[in-house]
């Protein structure tokens, strides 16, 4: 029998470290022992902060590096830097470090930020709230799930791949409890999404979408 999906919400703490940087070598030389809930905060965390702009770049060393540092060539190989790509938090530095360490080779002069405008490391704690929600069966999430909250969005599908054993989403995850295969074109469907690249109010449009097209509701079939 099929557990019930309990929804969950969530909101991230921003907790300072003290740690700074003012040019590009400290970036990178913090970067290398930095905790990784900072790495996951300067990625993750601006989708779950109030903005009333879009933002030019997705994560914040991206834009430091072209507000701060006026390096437009950095900013851009900063920008299109994927966490999603990296199941453990030590691959995304591995790779953040390498792209500064080689942009760091290639100039004459290290990039300096004015001292107004060090980079602020801030580090991230997730902290989650249960609404008591269940959900019983993927026709009934068909119905709910564009009613979810973005917090629940983040927790389920961006958070849970740091969570789970095989690094999906728990929408997968709960779908995958039926052995016949059933879903499994929607959960092909579901992993397809990269959630970086978007909005949590997009995300939560193109789960909609799948699951309404993949389970019809009640209303669809009577």
């Known amino acids: 029998m099929r557990e019930p999906f309990i929804v969950k919400d969530c909101t991230l703490i921003s907790i300072a470290t003290g740690e700074e940087a003012q040019n590009l070598r ?4 913090r970067l290398k022992s ?3 809930g900072c790495i996951y905060y300067h990625f993750w965390g601006g989708m779950l902060r ?3 702009d879009e933002p030019e770049y997705q ?5 430091w590096a072209w507000h701060c540092l006026h390096d437009s060539r950095l900013a851009e190989r900063l920008a299109i830097i994927d966490p999603s790509h990296h199941r453990e938090i030590e691959d995304l530095r591995r790779e953040l470090v390498d792209v500064i360490e080689e942009r760091l080779a290639e100039s004459e002069t290290v990039p300096w930020a004015q001292s107004g405008q060090r980079f602020k490391f801030i580090r991230s704690q997730i902290i989650v709230f249960n609404p008591d929600k269940r959900i019983n069966h993927p026709e009934e999430m068909a119905e709910q799930i564009a009613g979810l909250s973005l917090g629940s969005v983040f927790y389920h599908f961006i958070d849970a791949r740091r969570r789970t054993e095989s690094g999906r989403s728990d929408f997968v995850e709960w779908l995958r409890m039926d052995e016949d295969g059933q879903y499994d074109e929607m ?5 397809a999404i990269d959630p970086y690249f978007t909005t949590l109010t997009d995300l939560r449009r193109d789960l909609a979408a799948i699951f309404h097209n993949n389970c019809p509701t009640g209303e669809e079939t009577s």
Do not use: R
């Open 187 to 191: 959960i092909k469907q579901i992993n």
């Open 26 to 29: 400290e970036l990178s030389d």
């Open 34 to 36: 930095i905790h990784p």
């Open 59 to 63: 994560n914040d060393f991206a834009a």
């Open 50 to 52: 109030s903005s009333f």
